[in-house]
Antibody, heavy 122, light 109 residues
Framework: QVQLQESGPGLVKPSQTLSLNCLVS???????????WGWIRQPAGKGLEWVGR???????IYSPSLKSRLTMSLDTSTNQVSLKLKSLIAPDTGIYYC?????????????WGPGTVVTVSS | QSALTQPRSVSGSPAETVTISCTGT?????????VSWYQQYSGKAPKLLIY???KRPSGVPARFSASKSGNTASLTISGLQAEDEADYFC?????????FGGGTKVTVL
């Protein structure tokens, strides 16, 4: 059973770059049964916002509203999925979740990590 | 890209049936059979309930069912139980990206 665990700095200053990692355990991030790894975020007390996805071949699709600031990638040496979001602003504050899509569905999030809290504040 | 529209809250008594709607457009909900639904308890990560409009992952109780008509998808909880009190989010493929609904809080009276 694949398990995901996000990690990050917690507190980041405005205008800086956020770096998050998602450690995948129980399987390889190149598992052919996985179609993509995704990131979703949630401001406190609010709804879910799709951030983007990175396919197992390294291809990426980003939210149009974040595309200019966002980079996602796979690190096969550490079995981690990474997210970098630059030029941070206060609305980037929230819980960031990593999730996996298994190939039996074109677009769904079958497994989720517990999330990591990000606060953008000076 | 706008979020999918869900009612902010629905409520029902134990054993009743409640339905949550999720309205999008022909560019998302109406255009693809890739609607999914998630249950989220307070302080926890979301959990997949339904994928590909109507399919339930193993382990999800049969009282959760879903459907789609035109640009609106629906999640139905039959035989409502106290443990069903949570937030529910719909999600749809939208051509290349993915959209979530604003979420619906289900209260068991």
């Amino acid at each position: 059973q694949v398990q995901l665990q996000e990690s990050g700095p917690g507190l980041v200053k405005p205008s800086q770059t956020l770096s998050l990692n998602c450690l995948v355990s129980g399987d390889s991030i190149n598992n052919p049964n996985v179609r993509y790894w995704g990131w979703i975020r949630q401001p406190a007390g609010k709804g879910l916002e799709w951030v983007g996805r990175v396919y197992t071949n390294g291809g990426t699709i980003y939210s149009p509203s974040l595309k200019s600031r966002l980079t996602m990638s796979l690190d096969t040496s550490t079995n981690q999925v990474s997210l970098k979001l630059k030029s941070l602003i206060a609305p980037d504050t929230g819980i960031y979740y990593c999730a996996a899509n298994f190939g039996n569905s074109y677009d769904a999030f079958h497994v989720w990590g517990p999330g990591t809290v990000v606060t953008v504040s000076s | 890209q706008s979020a999918l529209t869900q009612p902010r809250s629905v409520s029902g008594s134990p054993a009743e049936t409640v339905t949550i709607s999720c309205t999008g457009t022909s560019d998302d909900v109406g255009g693809y059979n890739y609607v999914s639904w998630y249950q989220q308890y307070s302080g926890k990560a979301p959990k997949l309930l339904i994928y590909d409009v109507t399919k339930r992952p193993s382990g999800v109780p049969a009282r959760f069912s879903a459907s789609k008509s035109g640009n609106t998808a629906s999640l139905t909880i039959s035989g409502l139980q106290a443990e069903d009190e949570a937030d529910y989010f719909c999600c749809s493929f939208a051509g290349s990206y993915t959209l979530f609904g604003g979420g619906t809080k289900v209260t068991v009276l």
